[in-house]
């Protein structure tokens, strides 16, 4: 279930942005503030309410690290603060003195985009908090901004309607035209990279307009015929203008406000609607989640901030929830047997003998035997340490071994524990799942031993992680947590 736990009244003017980091939840208003509150007790801190700006701030965001706010306005300027003293640390002047409607850190925090009511997007360079690049799209105002989870691409929403992709060198890669009839209001990236059948790099957008509706699309990055933008799901569990829209930090819910004052909560991968919120008197314009707690903040032109709790529950909701954890299942197919409904780091040695005659490999049962393999050694192996080893000589048999291998580590147990919740690694029940940068959950002491002792590569895909940074997957653990109490 989702409760509503507080309410911030600090604004004299419409909310038009919340933005959380892991520490501190920022809002923004048309009465030319930004206010700043601890995101342990939603107090607000000694140096807020923040003002530099002139007119209404329409747009706000932390850098990853939290350490600094941007925030953009009307007055043409995009200010940086600081959050450990509340001082402006710089103020980037749009290109054009145009007024700026929106503004994105780039994950890593290398870059800032800002979007401005001309159509013009400045990109700049944060460190330095010099102007990189500019680029234009005509006869429409930029009003939505986000960066890929690789920091490399970013889109932009229009009013005209469009969704444009952009690399840092502001080459236009893609324009997915009318992608809201009547404009863009928002939209974001999930914080997931993934990885298509096909082998390409792909990543989940979520955009929301004026024609009511909210969009999940896949967008993928084609080596050959470059971009391509695929339509996953049409949502519409609100019945006017769709004006914010955000992520979680696991990719796994999506929350989105609306002109009806509702705020309705996705389960993101299918599109499932979880909840719908009615506390708000107006427009509800603003929505974000935390990174590092389950709580949601959505503002309103009501003038207030509504602090929502995500809590576990084992009702019909419940099973939703439980349902999109299910969606970051990473199980193969391969049929269940007797030992199996061990998992497979319980094998004893002769269960490992029991599966090599199974699946065709009696010519090491012997070497397995000798050595005393059993289900935890099993996991283990590498196709270097059954050369090194074990001795098997034929890399023809040993790369057969690590295939067989790698089909039984994705494999389901069939012991009624659903494989999303085993830890692809350790193939155990995860306590503490987190998400990596290839897009699986695993145990967090195995991922960090995994990048601590082997390499930095994914333990699912062998291609390189992009980052070490592991993001907290509370919608499994809280999946995990309502299965085991309800066996």
Same mark, same amino acid.
């Given at each position: 279930?989702?409760?509503?736990?507080?309410?911030?009244?600090?604004?004299?003017?419409?909310?038009?942005?919340?933005?959380?980091?892991?520490?501190?939840?920022?809002?923004?208003?048309?009465?030319?503030s930004i206010c700043v509150y601890s995101a342990r007790?939603?107090?607000?801190?000694?140096?807020?309410?923040?003002?530099?700006?002139?007119?209404?701030?329409?747009?706000?965001?932390?850098?990853?690290?939290?350490?600094?706010?941007?925030?953009?306005?009307?007055?043409?300027?995009?200010?940086?603060?600081?959050?450990?003293?509340?001082?402006?640390?710089?103020?980037?002047?749009?290109?054009?003195?145009?007024?700026?409607?929106?503004?994105?850190?780039?994950?890593?925090? @290398?870059?800032?985009?800002?979007?401005?009511?001309?159509?013009?997007?400045?990109?700049?360079?944060?460190?330095?908090?010099?102007?990189?690049?500019?680029?234009?799209?005509?006869?429409?105002?930029?009003?939505?901004?986000?960066?890929?989870?690789?920091?490399?691409?970013?889109?932009?929403?229009?009013?005209?309607?469009?969704?444009?992709?952009?690399?840092?060198?502001?080459?236009?890669?893609?324009?997915?035209?009318?992608?809201?009839?009547?404009?863009?209001?928002?939209?974001?990236?999930?914080?997931?990279?993934?990885?298509?059948?096909?082998?390409?790099?792909?990543?989940?957008?979520?955009?929301?307009?004026?024609?009511?509706?909210?969009?999940?699309?896949?967008?993928?990055?084609?080596?050959?015929?470059?971009?391509?933008?695929?339509?996953?799901?049409?949502?519409?569990?609100?019945?006017?203008?769709?004006?914010?829209?955000?992520?979680?930090?696991?990719?796994?819910?999506?929350?989105?406000?609306?002109?009806?004052?509702t705020v309705t909560v996705y389960q993101a991968n299918?599109?499932?609607?979880?909840?719908?919120?009615?506390?708000?008197?107006?427009?509800?314009?603003?929505?974000?989640?935390?990174?590092?707690?389950?709580?949601?903040?959505?503002?309103? +032109?009501?003038?207030?901030?509504?602090?929502?709790?995500?809590?576990?529950?084992?009702?019909?909701?419940?099973?939703?929830?439980?349902?999109?954890?299910?969606?970051?299942?990473?199980?193969?197919?391969?049929? @269940?047997?007797?030992?199996?409904?061990?998992?497979?780091?319980?094998?004893?040695?002769?269960?490992?003998?029991?599966?090599?005659?199974?699946?065709?490999?009696?010519?090491?049962?012997?070497?397995?035997?000798?050595?005393?393999?059993?289900?935890?050694?099993?996991?283990?192996?590498?196709?270097?340490?059954?050369?090194?080893?074990?001795?098997?000589?034929?890399?023809?048999?040993?790369?057969?071994?690590?295939?067989?291998?790698?089909?039984?580590? +994705?494999?389901?147990?069939?012991?009624?524990?659903?494989?999303?919740?085993?830890?692809?690694?350790?193939?155990?029940?995860?306590?503490?799942?987190?998400?990596?940068?290839?897009?699986?959950?695993?145990?967090?002491?195995?991922?960090?031993?995994?990048?601590?002792?082997?390499?930095?590569?994914?333990?699912?895909?062998?291609?390189?992680?992009?980052?070490?940074?592991?993001?907290?997957?509370?919608?499994?653990?809280?999946?995990?947590?309502?299965?085991?109490?309800?066996?």
């Amino acid at each position: 279930m989702v409760s509503l736990i507080c309410t911030l009244q600090s604004h004299r003017d419409d909310v038009n942005c919340c933005a959380f980091s892991g520490a501190l939840l920022a809002t923004c208003s048309a009465d030319k503030s930004i206010c700043v509150y601890s995101a342990r007790d939603f107090s607000e801190l000694s140096f807020s309410p923040l003002s530099g700006h002139g007119y209404g701030v329409h747009c706000c965001c932390f850098s990853a690290c939290g350490q600094y706010l941007a925030s953009c306005s009307t007055d043409a300027t995009t200010v940086v603060w600081s959050m450990d003293s509340g001082e402006i640390e710089a103020v980037l002047e749009h290109p054009g003195r145009s007024p700026v409607r929106v503004c994105a850190f780039s994950p890593d925090s @290398s870059y800032l985009v800002s979007g401005g009511s001309d159509g013009t997007i400045a990109l700049w360079d944060f460190t330095s908090r010099t102007l990189r690049r500019t680029g234009a799209v005509s006869d429409t105002s930029i009003v939505a901004c986000s960066f890929t989870p690789c920091s490399q691409l970013f889109i932009t929403g229009s009013t005209y309607g469009d969704l444009r992709l952009w690399d840092l060198n502001m080459n236009h890669l893609h324009a997915e035209k009318n992608a809201h009839d009547l404009g863009v209001s928002c939209c974001q990236f999930a914080p997931q990279i993934m990885k298509g059948t096909d082998g390409c790099v792909q990543f989940r957008l979520a955009s929301c307009g004026q024609d009511s509706l909210l969009k999940i699309w896949i967008v993928s990055l084609l080596s050959a015929a470059g971009i391509k933008m695929q339509l996953a799901h049409s949502l519409t569990g609100q019945s006017a203008p769709v004006l914010s829209c955000a992520y979680s930090a696991d990719g796994q819910m999506l929350v989105s406000g609306s002109v009806d004052k509702t705020v309705t909560v996705y389960q993101a991968n299918e599109g499932t609607l979880l909840y719908t919120l009615n506390q708000h008197d107006r427009y509800v314009t603003a929505c974000a989640f935390s990174p590092t707690a389950p709580l949601i903040a959505t503002g309103s +032109m009501d003038k207030t901030v509504n602090i929502w709790r995500v809590e576990d529950g084992c009702g019909a909701q419940g099973k939703s929830l439980s349902d999109e954890a299910a969606s970051v299942s990473n199980s193969g197919g391969r049929k @269940s047997t007797g030992h199996s409904r061990l998992m497979v780091s319980e094998w004893s040695e002769e269960d490992v003998l029991a599966w090599l005659r199974e699946e065709g490999l009696e010519a090491v049962t012997d070497v397995f035997k000798s050595n005393n393999i059993d289900g935890e050694e099993l996991l283990s192996l590498t196709k270097e340490t059954l050369s090194s080893e074990l001795h098997i000589e034929s890399l023809g048999l040993r790369s057969k071994v690590m295939k067989k291998i790698e089909e039984l580590k +994705m494999a389901p147990v069939s012991n009624g524990t659903p494989d999303e919740y085993l830890c692809p690694i350790t193939r155990e029940i995860m306590k503490d799942p987190v998400i990596a940068a290839d897009g699986y959950s695993y145990e967090r002491e195995a991922i960090e031993s995994w990048i601590n002792t082997k390499s930095r590569t994914s333990p699912m895909t062998n291609l390189p992680l992009q980052t070490t940074l592991l993001t907290p997957n509370r919608t499994l653990k809280m999946a995990i947590l309502r299965w085991t109490t309800c066996q």
